[in-house]
């Protein structure tokens, strides 16, 4: 079971570049979520959707777009990199909005320069 | 100002010792989830509490949650390296968004 996939894993991006992070989850889950993960700070939710076609914004999404086209994935977008933004992104899924497990990714480590 | 503060941020200890970690918070919740991350992947959930002064144990792992549901603690026994890395503690937001918050996490080293 793939579960919920991030690509890329890793990228170097210089100032003012944009790029966009790609979530798949194959659980059919309804609900997504973007962290960022920064030392000494735990996660901290960037968007997240409740369902295809919808997105909201989380603690941090300053900088960051999200899209929902289809319900297995989650489109995390920087349209103008920051050296704020770098930090490691975490992906996860989830099929209940109440006390229900999140599914995480492997992470995408992400450097701005 | 964190809803949910964790401690000890760090914590290396020797195999066979045994540990306790705190996540404690001024808000009541309905439930409170444990998560383990290891170097390299994402967070795992080890385990949800629900009643106040519930204790469910996974294996060597205890965990509480405080009567007053504003509190819990994971307690590992006899420690192995295995036992390794980033402890979190979570908490569902208020909405029915599935939504975590998440402790800054506890990082516990085993040493051999």
């Known amino acids: 079971n793939a579960g919920v996939t991030q690509t890329p894993k890793f990228r170097v991006l210089k100032t003012g570049q944009s790029m966009t992070l790609l979530c798949a989850q194959d659980?059919?889950?309804?609900?997504m979520y973007w962290y960022r993960q920064d030392p000494g700070m735990g996660l901290r939710l960037i968007h997240y959707s409740v369902g295809e076609g919808t997105t909201a914004k989380g603690e941090v999404p300053d900088g960051y777009n999200v899209s929902r086209l289809k319900k297995q994935n989650f489109l995390l977008g920087l349209e103008s990199a920051a050296p704020s933004q770098t930090s490691v992104y975490f992906c996860?899924?989830?099929?209940?909005?109440?006390?229900?497990?999140?599914?995480f990714g492997e992470g995408s480590r992400l450097t701005v320069l | 100002t964190q809803l949910l503060e964790q401690s000890p941020q760090f914590l290396s200890i020797q195999e066979g010792e045994n540990l306790t970690v705190y996540c404690n918070s001024s808000s009541v919740f309905s439930s409170l989830q444990w998560y383990r991350q290891e170097p390299g992947e994402g967070p795992v959930l080890l385990v949800t509490?629900?009643?106040?002064?519930e204790v469910k144990k996974l294996k060597r792992l205890t965990f509480q949650f405080g009567d007053a549901r504003k509190d819990s603690s994971l307690h590992i026994t006899a420690a192995q390296p295995g036992d390794t890395g980033l402890y979190l503690c979570?908490?569902?937001?208020?909405?029915?968004?599935?939504?975590?918050?998440f402790g800054q996490g506890t990082t516990l080293q085993v040493k051999p």
């Open positions: 979570a908490v569902h937001g208020s909405s029915n968004t599935g939504k975590l918050i």
């Open positions: 996860a899924s989830s099929w209940q909005g109440v006390s229900g497990e999140l599914f």
């Open positions: 659980m059919n889950h309804e609900y």
């Open positions: 509490v629900v009643t106040g002064g």
